[in-house]
């Protein structure tokens, strides 16, 4: 990284500090982190270099998306290369995906299941200004033959799980990620079937929190979502409450993620016109009642857009994911909140990402008008900052 000599004052005519909106403000960022929020509107210190963005910009914090698969390529085949691809095509495709988010705003994302361990390679090998901060979880744990099994994470049995945990921390993942119920694109596996026991739940997240290390669970039926919250899983990946012809809600369960502030991760973002997987199709309306009976309860949701899995989620759709969220009955400013200082908190990241105070890093984004009154506003992007880096221009084609 380039020593930078003189803090840098960026001033806009308002800013999102993550939790509310603000007049004129100028956040000063020196050596990759912020310095200074003034929302006083006195002048920027002397020292300082001014990069002005006008009374109508907005400053806020760069995006979190909370859920992301950055080895896989979005394309109508990305299982089968993410099974079958050798290990620097993958890597390619990740520093691909890692540049598209960061240009899209989103300035951190949860990997939640790569390769061979790529999202950590990626982070070695990308200096950290060129690609989003990545919090991994290395290959999902998950049965033998069972959901995602293609990716290398197939553990079964009380003591070779505390293994793949420890292994994992000792890797360097930030977060353990457990298949804890099948899934729709792995051939063989139901969304509606339990891959674990209680047991086995519990002692994955207690050796997790021994290493340090969040817990992401990966939840579609209603059994698996009870066992998850019983366990104490941090994050509930999809909550979709699927049933064999539909979805639906358990009151008593949501009653208790929202009792216990558990956070949901919201599996939104899909292209519009993209043609919805089969499965997903027949049940998608009953998939929306669930989820806006979801954001109506107050429940603790950050975004997750499973960016890579399909065509109609490629690495740069989190804006999408918002926008539905809004849909779903979120005000735009809560929106905000959940895509930032929430989020950063889900992934474990609380007061590093997604907010502009003093002390946190320097991951900025910068739009040319107010994503509160339309939120269509985040991809009306003036300028993207990671680690106190301003992008250069986003010329590809
Ligand atoms: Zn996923």
Redesign the pocket.
Known sequence: MVPQSAPQALRAGHVFDGSQAHGPGIVLVENGLIRDVDLTGSVPPEHATVTDFGPDAWLLPGLVDA?V?LCWDAGPDAVDHVANGDSGALLDTARAAATTALHTGVTTVRD??DRDYLALALRDQMPPTQRPEIVAAGPPITTRGGHCHFLGGEVEGADALREAVRQRAERGCDVVKVMASGGNMTPGSSPLARQYGLAELQLIVEEARRHGLSTAA?VHAAEAIGDVLDAGFDTL?HFSFLTADGAGLQHDLLDQVVQRGTFVSLTLGYLQGGELPSALAARIDALIDVMAKVVASGARIVVGT?AG?EPGKPHDIFPHALAQLAQLGMPAAKVLRSATAEAAEAVGLKGRKGVLRPGADADLLVVGSSPIADLGAITDIRAVYRAGNRLPRDDRA
Do not use: A, Q, T
């Open positions: 859920h698969h939640l299941g990966h990946e499973d899995i």
